[in-house]
């Protein structure tokens, strides 16, 4: 009982010491590598680690450790937490949390098991993934489908509070990591193909009251921007975003943050990019849809945006703007810059200053990319093909091979960045698609899209997937690994000079981070969607993953793409991705044998 | 939209012969709800394989195929009468227990979908017959 007397004591400090309590004790806990205690290894989102126990030398020594079970068959996105002696592993719908305890070969310390409403299953867009859980505080916060966000005991799993943060009956859910930052959780929203009015909103971590809720679309008061907010270093100016929708159509504009946080402790700013304007058929919505596909930099005390930049003005291929914003410091065209660098799913790696908002580099990462040329470096814009932008020449009409598909060249599975070598090592989609949009009238709750697509392989290719290292000062391909499906895991790099990754298939993969050659691989036993982080325990490293086959990738490829074969020529019969893996949710610690 | 219905009666004209001999066949043994010729689709056959994409593909995968998320639909229709199709879509179906977390949403109220109902089956009865390939179906006429 000592130590329920100090958790009374401690909220009292709190209070004193201000603020900045949880985030000093984040900021230190995520710069000890022996602990991985965000859903990214830190606030910069570089997913690096420092370990190096395994290294390009002995990796090809690895072998699973120990595995666990969540009990579920959905789509395993994200990844475990490691605080101390605890792992922290979450589970699609129902959404379970487990605390298991590493000092006893993984056994389950608690249990959380939300009980909610199974209406919120169809809801989900592409299957009911969460993509995992964030410490803070002496609590784990679970975004649940529901949208409930709930707080719970680290220790015990007893919820502390919990708070409503959206509605599932017109679509909105919960799908997103939430990010501690200072005596706030930041949560997002998923709904994007429901016409929802997505935002970001900050949560007081005492208690869970409401601290500020910003939108990707509105008027100025309800998307927290003010005179001070620019895009490329321009004032946005008043009613940015209002006047650039027909109507009150911002209502039902969509512009989801299902994706990443990121945060600079320096710069006091937070970093996230919003979803695609609804519906999918552009000719509905004429207008550049603001700020839909735009990175937002805000100050996490306010919500205030200090700057933003929308990379895919009136959308019309369902290139979310929301993975991953990597903060690191590089060199840009040989100037030493405080750079944020995303892999946007238009095909476009954007390099930009983070502190000033200001376009650096914007490089094709795969070369198969067409619907725009380039982007303009002056206005930032991308310089569109009229063939390949569906509602160009009205709707109803078959737009074909446009690359990337709707999936984008990447999709939410992050990328990782080595200071080590200065590299950006990032899993891709290599697939194109026809996209015909057509009219559909808005229903709350149902799906509004009014696109149909088709995907197949680029021309003459067989490979859906490649997975590259990028140099993101100069906007260039260092090498790159094909992939026969998309790669849809998070990447891991260590000093030990390897990059980690999982593929569909189900392979845990490791590569020289200088070459990308392969060192190691093993078969989970499912298709991996998670991302791979890495911990030590009692003075040694391990490497862990969920694998479970699902999400998106697994909607669309279950049974192979349309038209595969025309990508294969002789080859034939092309991979249904049901032909390699089956469902199932497990967790699988790899170590170096003793 | 408006253009095409005329054009669409033309070139239906044209194909008018061999359209009859297939009626004839159908009568003889069951009728199908759909119309293929030379692997191209009527009207309605389209328009199914349109709202399955709108409002079905996200679960049940593209081209009715099946996905790690919800079942495959080309063969699911083999054993079901078009009766027992519209009372899922319409009312739904939740399997949630120790093992599954399937639900199926009822599309009673969505008018994209129950308008077109006849449609979405024609679609699916032609892709389980093995009469339509994967992926967009050109019209005829196209």
Not at chain 1, 494 to 507: K, M, N, Q, S
Not at chain 2, 76 to 100: L, P
């Amino acid at each position: 009982m000592k130590s329920s007397r100090l958790w009374i004591v401690a909220p009292a400090l709190t209070l004193f010491a201000g603020a900045a309590s949880a985030n000093d004790e984040l900021i230190k806990l995520s710069k000890d590598p022996n602990q991985w205690v965000m859903p990214s290894g830190n606030y910069a989102n570089t997913r690096y680690s420092e370990l190096n126990q395994i290294n390009k030398d002995n990796v090809k020594n690895l072998r699973p450790m120990w595995t666990f079970s969540t009990g579920v068959l959905r789509g395993h996105e994200g990844g475990p937490l490691v605080i101390g002696d605890v792992m922290y592993v979450h589970s699609p719908f129902p959404n379970y949390v487990f605390a298991l305890d590493l000092n006893n070969n993984g056994r389950i310390l608690w249990k959380y098991e939300p009980k909610q409403d199974p209406t919120v299953i169809p809801v989900m867009c592409c299957d009911t993934v969460n993509r995992g859980v964030a410490y803070g505080d002496g609590k784990i916060f679970l975004n649940q489908a529901d949208t409930t966000l709930v707080a719970l005991d680290a220790k015990t799993g007893q919820p502390v509070w919990s708070v409503k943060n959206g509605d599932p009956k017109k679509g909105e859910t919960g799908t997103s990591a939430p990010l501690v930052v200072k005596d706030k959780v930041l949560v997002g929203i998923s709904g994007g193909e429901f016409g929802v009015q997505a935002r970001v909103t900050a949560y007081n971590i005492k208690d869970g009251s409401l601290a500020w809720k910003a939108y990707s679309g509105g008027p100025d008061n309800e998307i927290l921007f003010d005179a001070n907010t620019t895009e490329l270093g321009k004032p946005v100016g008043k009613d940015s975003s209002t006047k650039t929708w027909q109507g009150d159509q911002w209502k039902i504009g969509g512009g989801a943050t299902w994706g990443w946080i990121s945060y600079d402790p320096q710069l006091n700013l937070v970093y996230y990019g919003s979803g695609n304007p609804s519906t999918w058929n552009p000719v509905q919505r004429p207008g550049d849809n603001k700020w839909s596909m735009t990175i937002f930099a805000r100050n996490p005390d306010t919500g205030v945006a200090k700057w933003v930049y929308q990379m895919t003005p009136h959308d019309q291929w369902d290139y979310d703007g929301i993975n991953e914003m990597i903060l690191a410091d590089i060199n840009v065209k040989g100037q030493p810059t405080k750079a944020l660098v995303h892999f946007d799913r238009n095909g476009f790696g954007y390099t930009l200053n983070r502190e000033t908002g200001a376009l650096l580099v914007a490089e094709k990462y795969d070369p198969k990319v067409n619907w725009a040329t380039k982007v303009d470096m002056q206005t930032g814009r991308p310089q569109v093909v009229a063939e390949y932008a569906p509602g160009s020449a009205g709707e109803d009409k078959n737009y074909k091979q446009i690359c990337p598909a709707a999936l984008g060249s990447k999709d939410q599975q992050p990328a990782a960045f080595s200071p080590k070598t200065g590299l950006f090592y990032v899993p891709t989609n290599h697939v194109c698609m026809d996209y015909e949009p057509f009219k559909v009238s808005y229903t709350a709750g149902q799906p509004y899209v009014g696109a149909t697509l088709s995907m197949y392989p680029p021309q003459g290719e067989n490979n859906l997937g490649n997975f590259i290292a990028w140099d993101a000062g100069a906007g260039k391909i260092i090498w790159s690994d094909p992939e026969p499906f998309s790669v849809w895991s998070g990447a891991l790099a260590t000093a030990g000079d390897i990059v980690f990754y999982g593929t569909l298939e189900g392979y845990l993969k490791a590569v020289d981070m200088q070459t990308g050659k392969e060192l190691y691989r093993f078969k989970t036993p499912s298709g991996i969607i998670g991302n791979v982080n890495t911990f030590t325990h009692g003075g040694k490293q391990y490497i862990g993953v969920l694998s479970g086959v699902g999400g998106w990738a697994g909607i669309g490829m279950a049974a192979g793409l349309t038209k595969d074969t025309d990508g294969l020529g002789a080859v034939g019969a092309y991979k249904a991705l049901a032909n390699y893996t089956q469902l199932g949710g497990v967790l699988t610690v790899f170590g170096l044998p003793e | 939209m408006r253009v095409f219905p005329p054009l669409f009666c033309v070139v239906a004209a044209l194909f008018l012969r061999a359209g009859v001999t297939l009626a004839a066949e159908d009568n003889q043994s069951t009728e199908k709800p759909y119309t293929v010729v030379d692997g191209k689709v009527d009207k309605k056959t389209f328009n199914g394989w349109r709202r399955y994409t709108e409002s079905c593909l996200r679960c049940h995968g593209p081209d009715g195929a099946g996905s790690s998320y919800g079942p495959d639909l080309v063969d699911s229709v083999k054993h079901m009468t078009q009766d027992e199709f519209n009372e899922v879509v319409v009312n739904g179906r939740t399997n949630v227990n120790a093992a599954n977390t399937n639900v199926m949403p009822p599309f009673g109220e969505v008018e994209d979908v129950v308008t077109y109902l006849d449609d979405i089956w024609a679609y699916l009865k032609a892709r389980a017959d093995g009469v339509l390939g994967r992926g967009r179906p050109p019209r005829i006429g196209d």
